[in-house]
């Protein structure tokens, strides 16, 4: 793994921990329903999905471009 590909996950890493933290969960912490699903539980549902796709998807693109050099 290269350097720019550890800075990506980092940034990432920081991102998704402040959207974690307590205070943006207060905000979404609602009694309300989204098609079923409360609303907190689709929060953190989505936001795992993100994280994993967009770990994923820049550890695929920084792997492509080293098959390349």
Do not use: C, S
């Amino acid at each position: 793994m290269n350097r720019r590909v550890a800075q990506a996950l980092i940034i990432i890493f920081v991102i998704f921990l402040m959207l974690f933290h307590a205070p943006v969960i207060e905000v979404i912490n609602r009694n309300a329903l989204v098609l079923g699903i409360p609303v907190m539980l689709l929060y953190f549902g989505l936001l795992w999905l993100a994280l994993i796709f967009l770990t994923w998807f820049v550890i695929d693109k920084f792997k492509d471009q080293d098959h390349g050099n």
